[in-house]
């Protein structure tokens, strides 16, 4: 029991200590973070341009996320997909850009 606690207490202590160490990168690193996303993330919008011709079978395989969704962002634009899924698709039309 109490080695369990501690285990628990010692993963407590390392995801808390992570969390502060992101957070102050963050604040440090804020103005060239939001500088690199300008640059190299497109827009919602721009992503679902870029998704007019896809088929999105292939799409969805290819970024690791549902069906549904991507037809979500497709089709709708009031569409609120999460973060890991804009990078992935943001990551998919780099790759095929550059396959070009």
């Not at 369990?4 to 957070?23: D, G, P, Q, W």
């Not at 996303?37 to 969805?60: G, H, N, Y």
Request: charged residues 25%; contains cysteine.
């Amino acid at each position: 029991m109490v080695s369990t606690i501690k285990k628990h207490f010692f993963c407590f202590i390392v995801c808390l200590t992570e969390y502060f160490m992101c957070a102050y990168n963050m604040r440090v690193n804020k103005k060239s973070a939001l500088n690199y996303m300008e640059v190299s993330m497109r827009t919602l919008d721009q992503i679902r341009e870029a998704l007019a011709d896809r088929k999105t079978e292939i799409v969805a395989e290819a970024c690791g996320a549902h069906y549904n969704t991507i037809r979500e962002i497709q089709r709708n634009p009031n569409a609120n997909p999460t973060w890991r899924v804009i990078q992935a698709l943001n990551n998919y039309l780099d790759e095929r850009e550059g396959a070009k």
